[in-house]
């Protein structure tokens, strides 16, 4: 039995006792409860296990699940969780209860430990450059990817609309970057290259040999479009490689105050229980409308050392502006690795410059 | 080039001209328009081909695409078409212009021509009824399916939150189910059974040639957590099997009305363009919150003959009383199949007397 826990909000009619009644047949039996044996139910529905009113219409509640409810295959997880309630109103899921689930769920492959011995860098926050636009050639990636590294960045990530287009098919892309970065770093310290293998699930996994082969030092994944369980099973390669996972199409399930997912709950719990090594998320201020207390809360979770595993590294991204770097560090600390972008490509005097000056920032703010 | 719908949300302190060109580059470049060479905005930048104010904070707007920014892989459409955005706010798609991607999107395998004369039924809408309660086991699942058919049920599916769960394992229960229903039906008519197939998408195919090896009908997906793409391909199958389309986790895609999708693109446009042969979506009235316009939007969406796939069938579920079906018959027509799972099993005289009063009120009703 494992919890999920959920802010419900009760509108006029409702009431907290049949709603919360509703989500445990309904994510379960999805039968009225008088026409279900007790073997059933006794086996499958969800039992309420905590109810507390914190206002009026506003209840945070604690539901108990069978882990066997969830089966052989983690796509059922998502199912559990939020498969036909996301079709109701006023559910917000907050939290799972994840002790019960360490056997289930692998976490981070790597977490943050083992990718600053990997990428030899102990002590202060970690800088990742996206390689834009798309529409440019393999070679124009790649001279980009160079200049990035000429300065020193640790990573660079495909950008995420960046996939299987003819402008830089993934063979050719990853092929001319890799090519591009065995001429810079040094024995102790090289650029880290995360290119974006999403795709279909009956490719992916072509795609992750094939990006594998070149040497790459890590994957991109965009979960919500691939599905959760197959990041999961790429996490779950061992010896494998740490993966960068984007929140792309995510967002309608975090806009809503009432119904969905809390921001700190669907990235810095969900994506790295599914095998987040990094979590990208939309930093505040930024291009999106995160606000501080919700990045920082995204930062809390990733991290949390009091769920059974490896902690992640928040990613924050979308507007990132690396001159503000100092005030970044300071407020979500070193253990974080800053996305940037446009920020970078909008120096006046070039993408090598910018970076160096992001390196002797990132260098100086060590705590 | 092909065109994207969206009803656009102006709030404090934005501009409509500025909010579109944000969605030009944000689903494209990801950069800002000055420092991107024109070679690269010429070729893949939206280009924004309407706006038109229909209220003082309120946008119908119209961008155009390159077919090129999708590429091989029909996962980064998802991407294309509400990827980053999704994070923003006020931004709902309504419509995509499908003419221009009739050669990227196969639409239903089947639609609803081709299901009448693999069913045999002509000028009735149809029943489909629903194998359920998870934690029942394969032999309780096949006396279920049984009783349906010898009532005399179109359509038998999957419980969607019946997976790979011990309780009755897909290979078993499919053995089971399929074995059960070969005592039933005639060379004229019998009962059709879609397993629910939904896995990661490493495991599906092998899930689909298993459930094919067992002589099933079709089978139930849930696209938004295997991945719509996935469901392309199984839909791309020739000769393959017809698909069932469950609207899991899509909820919070759909409730802002200022943010996310209509219910009529994403379940009648999206689900079709991907393959559904039928559409599983909530009925007005039932279990929870659509209103009476959006499922007739969804019908005609899903049936629309001015798009380049074959109409596919609604299926209105959620909470349909089979006693009001021949309201739900005049209001929605008679190209409509009616999920039934409660009513049915709530049924005092049992589930096989519950199926033959539903045929006898579908066969009465011929439009």
Known sequence: ????????????????????????????????????????????????????????????VEIGWPEENVGEDLTQFMNLLFGNISLGRGI???????HQLGEIFIGPGFGVNRIREKLNIHRRALSCGVLKPLGSSPEELADRAAEMAAGGIDIIKDD?????????????????????????????KSTAYFPNITASGTRIMHNYELVRSFGVDGVLLLPHLCGYEIMHEIASIDPGLP?????????????????????????????????????VYPNTGGRFSFSAEECKAINYTARNTDVPFKPAFPMPGGGVKWQNLPGWIELYGTDTVFLMGSSLFSYPDGLKKAVSEVQKILEAHII
Request: with cysteine; charged share 25%; proline share 5%.
């Open 1 to 60: 039995m494992f919890s999920i826990h959920y802010k419900i909000t009760c509108y006029e009619g409702e009431n907290i006792e049949e709603k919360t009644e509703w989500i445990c047949l309904e994510q379960s039996v999805e039968l009225p409860e008088r026409i279900v044996p007790n073997t059933i139910l006794d086996k499958v529905k969800g039992q309420v296990k905590n109810v507390k009113q914190v206002s009026e219409q506003v209840f945070e």
């Open 243 to 279: 993966i960068i996972a984007h929140p792309a199409l995510t967002g309608a399930l975090i806009s809503d105050p009432e119904h969905g997912f809390t921001p700190d709950f669907l990235y810095g719990e969900l994506f790295r229980a599914f095998g987040a090594d990094f979590i």
């Open 92 to 98: 917000k899921v907050t939290h799972v209860d994840w």
């Open 160 to 188: 995420h609309t960046i996939a299987g287009q003819n402008y830089a098919p993934l063979k050719e892309r990853v092929q001319a970057v890799t090519n591009a970065l065995k001429n810079y770093g040094s024995d102790s």
